[in-house]
């Protein structure tokens, strides 16, 4: 079993900066994939970022790209991520999510654990 609590959510104004915290407890393998999505209002959760556990190789949604960052902190066991430049449109519940599948993937279905949520509202 996996237990993932997230922080670091908030509001900000348009151009400014946040950074996410998804604190991990539980049997974690270094294989396994962290991913963190969102959910706006009305829509479906969309794929954010993902790594291994291990570290490594990063994956990012095409409406993320070159702005957000997913990194490990080893010494607070957690997976971070970096979000700069913000925009209105990435308001969202951010979630993270462990998926204990090999490859990794940009489904929410294949995920298997998840944390509550953490609200970002970014103001134009």
Same mark, same amino acid.
């Given at each position: 079993?996996v237990q993932?609590? #997230?922080?670091g959510?908030g509001?900000v104004?348009? !151009? %400014? =900066?946040l950074r996410l915290?998804?604190?991990?407890s539980g @049997?974690?393998?270094?294989s396994?994939?962290?991913g963190?999505?969102?959910?706006?209002?009305g829509?479906?959760? #969309?794929f954010?970022?993902?790594?291994?556990w291990? !570290? %490594? =190789?990063t994956?990012?949604?095409?409406?993320?790209?070159? @702005?957000?960052t997913i990194?490990?902190?080893y010494?607070?066991?957690?997976?971070d991520l970096?979000?700069?430049?913000l925009k209105?449109?990435d308001?969202?519940?951010?979630?993270?999510?462990?998926d204990?599948?090999?490859?990794v993937?940009?489904t929410?279905?294949?995920y298997?654990?998840?944390?509550?949520?953490?609200?970002?509202?970014v103001?134009s």
């Amino acid at each position: 079993q996996v237990q993932l609590v #997230e922080s670091g959510g908030g509001s900000v104004r348009a !151009g %400014g =900066s946040l950074r996410l915290s998804c604190a991990a407890s539980g @049997r974690i393998f270094s294989s396994y994939i962290i991913g963190w999505f969102r959910q706006a209002p009305g829509k479906e959760r #969309e794929f954010v970022a993902a790594q291994r556990w291990s !570290g %490594g =190789s990063t994956y990012y949604g095409d409406s993320v790209k070159g @702005r957000f960052t997913i990194s490990r902190d080893y010494a607070r066991n957690t997976v971070d991520l970096q979000m700069n430049s913000l925009k209105p449109e990435d308001t969202a519940v951010y979630y993270c999510a462990v998926d204990r599948g090999m490859t990794v993937t940009t489904t929410a279905g294949a995920y298997d654990y998840w944390g509550q949520g953490t609200q970002v509202t970014v103001s134009s």
